[in-house]
């Protein structure tokens, strides 16, 4: 079972006096922030779908850390991670249902070179560290990197708004628009076209917000803050839903990804200390952990301008 | 030509009062910033090497920009920028010293599937937008995303240490140590593992200092400021000289990438202003310029916490 999640201890007179601060210039009343200490339900997929890739991401756990009363920074020390579901959309075939696996990072699956079809021998080349798969015939090395999840954290009228994933993984779970950035796009050009694939908002960076490293999978999330243009949306294909939360609303029980958890909890902190910032951090599994059990992960190097 | 780089404008004295401001706790003196205004030369590689993967980054360009007494924002008006060479070192064969190039996402260059071996063709899938290579066997799609590049701008005694670079792309020219981020590290760890190989630098990181995309090539740099452990570095053998470099001899006219020149100007500019920043930016090709000839690039959506 998931570890319960504490209250972040913060009065609403006290956020709602902040929020002016973290904002500037925006006045505004805030209700308490109320982190709900319900588990996560592992069936909460019924009805699943087939995956596409330009939203599919960070599949594989879901953090509740201990809060105490020094807020988000105790994300170092405790907190408490279920293993969901081993998983990675890398390779999707669009005309199937049935979901096609690659583990991040996995060399061995790589079988073939993808530029003349030879095939691979697995093996450290000179001068490097790693393993890669090589080519016997061109000896080429087809190298593998972490991918970058780009996505919006989307500022309306002291809300929040939050899409529910219509697609694995992570179906019917709550999420912010993201997904994988492609190649000839900018980080902020992929946050806001996928916040438009998957809210039907058009929306305008205001602000990197995070930058969180997950080395388990592979992938890194960043994450803008954001405001809409106009104040419209409505959920893509890949949403069954959007809609906006106040803070105190934002269903921690049912979200999709850690990266997603961890985000609006450095955010509502944020608000509460009176002051966004950006923030870098990589969410690690605890040394030793099994991987078929439950598991602990931490949010390390967690640092930033002015921290 | 290049267009010639103007000087930052800041006196000795003010970049030295705001020195101390900028590292909050930190007094020391410095001296003026002077931006040389020479050309880079296209004949700086005379012993060209092979690259290898770890440290072959951002080939492509270099931007100049002009700056104004704004400072750095000007960034975004004026810049001039120059094409070297067309390249993009994704695929090397260890065991061959030719050079293998590979561009940044082009799909018509999978030919065939990394997993089955199964000719690919070149289509776009069922709910999506961008041209995919899919097998024809296995249906798998071959994903193209954006590839990190992490490293460090480390301070140590008023100074920032560089690496000239031994190896292609832009032997012989300066640049901070920084690589391709690796599939199960986080990108702190590749930026300190990237010092460690090219500058044999123990170093701690202090913050995240600057996300820099360049769509055109495909790669993102992050870049963290850091500080050594110990006092020591020695060129590893990517490196052919590690220096440390007083921010008024830093070699702008011997850089190795326009991501470096930008992030030691952002750099200097948050010296100038006394507060070190996080900064995003894009650096983006001017629109309706050629392949073939100089390049006019522009650093868009520049934007951070407290811009």
């Given at each position: ?12 007179v ?21 982190i ?31 809060f ?32 096609l ?5 996995n ?10 079809g030879?095939s ?17 015939v ?55 076209r ?15 917000f ?6 388990l999978?592979g ?30 609303d934002?269903p921690f ?11 609006l ?12 910032k ?20 931490s ?9």
């Open positions: 079972m998931l570890k319960a999640v504490q209250n972040l201890g913060s009065s609403s006290f956020l709602s006096q902040l929020w002016k601060k973290a904002h500037h210039n925006t006045a505004c009343g805030l209700s308490s922030v109320a709900s200490t319900n588990p996560l339900s592992n069936s909460a997929s019924t009805d699943r779908r087939r995956r596409r890739h330009a939203s599919t991401i960070e599949p594989d756990f879901f953090i509740l850390p201990v105490s009363t020094r807020g988000i920074r105790s994300f170092r020390e405790s907190r408490v991670c279920v293993t969901r579901s081993e998983s990675n959309p890398d390779a999707t075939s669009p005309s199937s249902s049935s979901v696996v690659q583990s991040a990072g060399v061995h699956k790589i079988n073939f070179c993808q530029w003349c030879g691979t021998k697995h093996d450290i080349p000179d001068g490097e560290e790693k393993m890669r798969a090589i080519c016997t061109c000896g080429k090395i087809a190298y593998q990197n972490p991918k970058m999840v780009v996505g919006c954290l989307i500022e309306h009228d002291k809300k929040i708004l939050l899409c529910k994933r219509n697609i694995e993984p992570s179906y019917g779970l709550w999420t912010l628009p993201a997904g994988y950035m492609e190649i000839g796009e900018s980080a902020a050009d992929g946050a806001i996928e916040t438009w694939e998957e809210a039907g908002a058009d929306v305008e960076v205001v602000s990197p995070a930058q969180l490293d997950i080395p999978i992938q890194t999330y960043v994450i803008f803050l954001a405001k809409m243009k106009k104040p419209h949306f409505s959920p893509g294909p890949e949403s069954s839903e959007c809609r906006l939360f106040a803070l105190d934002i029980d049912s979200l999709a990804f850690s990266s997603i958890f961890v985000t909890n450095l955010y509502i902190d944020d608000i509460r200390t009176g002051r966004l950006f923030h870098y951090g990589t969410i690690n599994k605890r040394p030793g952990s099994s991987p078929s059990d439950m598991r602990a992960f949010l390390d190097y967690h640092c930033g301008p002015d921290m």
